[in-house]
């Protein structure tokens, strides 16, 4: 989402050198772009739909690097500029717009910045350019091959495996903690970033450290009745015991003919586990697990949740690689910040579906669609080759620090440009190899909002866990039912 969905926030952080004023420069233009939609642009242009955070790279003044001059370098013909179109950072309003220009078959713009976790019900509507049939041999190949396979999935025709999208960067779930306070407590997380612990572990870890700090939280996350808690924050808790929304990973893409497990126990576990957390005298909380929580994390998205651990009030807080730029630097945790992928409860050995159990990581990230309706489209093609290319993926991550699709260039970036994130290079190559995606179908906006309502009712305790779960069972399989009456007809 980026804020994903999931995802990140909207937030600019410079590289190499200050981007502030080609950041203000950019935005100005992109605006300007916005109200006209690209009448009259000089021949050459393409516009590219993006929030602030990746317009402010886009562009620079002089000599300074940019993810411009980052394509030309790639072999972008140099007639070709890339405009941005700025759109808002929240996920579900950039889907509307997007879905609002598509269905009117109105471009500029041009590509499309879009959400892996609503790319999928546009490839379904025929609204996006198939790349299979028209982009580059290279550029196809560096897809297919180098890039992360989590992110690519949500890129293709779920029927015809054909690409419809290049990955512009993935997102991962990220659990950060203090090392300090919980060394301090009498814990060792020394093996925690390549082998997390168990909830139960992390759990003790954590309120042990609250007692012996001063800190006022123990752990904190995202729990509002948002597309954030259906996509990645509750599908990491669920997958890390074992549970999924529709079975295992192979029913992530296709609806209608699916089975409807999120009332199994390994799912209403996982509620009682954050009821536990959130409410440590709940009798629908699980036994063995103190309140680490608080109440307050059911209203909570990523900003409000970072917040409280950023300013050294809290143990933990999940959230995304944006959070270890905020919180890693020298200037605020250094090296006493960990950060890991999720605890787990279930091993994957002892799952009852694929591709759950275990360490998990919520999968976020953006694509880039080349739209059916843009007059530009060979130059707009032009633009997702070079976006493919090793060297642009390393300047958008040192620039912005958005992780390169092609996650193993991340041992490549110059830690000096990439700042704290340089600590944890083989956490973010773990969250790859862990990334849980959401299961996008044309369908997932409708789903989502179910999961979302109910899991929350359930965190927050007007509803039992298993009552929740059930009510939310009923209504997913009425949706599937839908979905593949329609398919019939």
Known sequence: MGRDTAGRRDRFRPGRRS?????????????????????????????????????GIMHSDG??????????????DEDIR??????????????????????????????HMMDSGWTIPFILREQTTNLSEHLGDEALSRVEEDYSEAIVE?????????????????????????????????HDTSGWATDPPSWEEFATAVDDAMSESDVQ?????????????????????????GGAYFGGVDNLFTAGDRPVTIDEEPAIDAIRMMRAFINGDDPNGLDGYPEICPSAVVQWTEQESLNPFAAGDAVANRNWPFAIAETGGEDAFGEDLGVMTRPYATAPE??????VGGSAAALGG????????????????????????PEVQLTIYELGGFLPPNVDLIEEADPDEIGPSARYTDVLLQASENAIPRPVTDVWPEQSALIYQEVNAAYRGTKSPEGAMSDLAGRLESSETEVAEQNVD
């Open 19 to 55: 981007f502030l004023k080609a950041a203000s420069a950019s935005t100005a233009g992109a605006i300007a772009v916005t109200g006209c939609l690209g009448r009259g642009r000089e021949p050459g242009t393409v516009v590219m739909t993006a929030a602030s955070d990746v317009a």
């Open 63 to 76: 000599d300074d690097p940019s993810i411009q001059q980052a394509l030309w370098d790639a072999g972008l």
């Open 82 to 111: 890339v405009e941005v179109q700025t759109v808002v950072s929240d996920s579900v309003q950039r889907m509307q717009e997007a879905q609002a220009a598509l269905q009117a078959g109105r471009a500029p713009p041009d590509i």
């Open 154 to 186: 949500t890129a293709r025709h779920p029927g015809t495996d054909d690409l419809h999208a290049v990955p512009l960067f993935p997102d991962f779930g990220l659990m950060l903690y203090r090392q300090d306070l919980i060394e301090d407590a009498g």
């Open 217 to 241: 939280y123990g752990f904190t996350t995202q729990g509002a009745a948002y597309e954030g808690l259906a996509c990645c924050t509750f599908n990491e808790v669920m997958t890390s015991w």
């Open 350 to 355: 002892d799952a009852e579906y694929e591709g």
């Open 366 to 389: 953006w694509n880039l669609v080349v739209s059916p309706f843009s007059e530009r489209s060979e130059e707009a093609l032009q633009v997702l080759e070079a976006f493919s290319d």
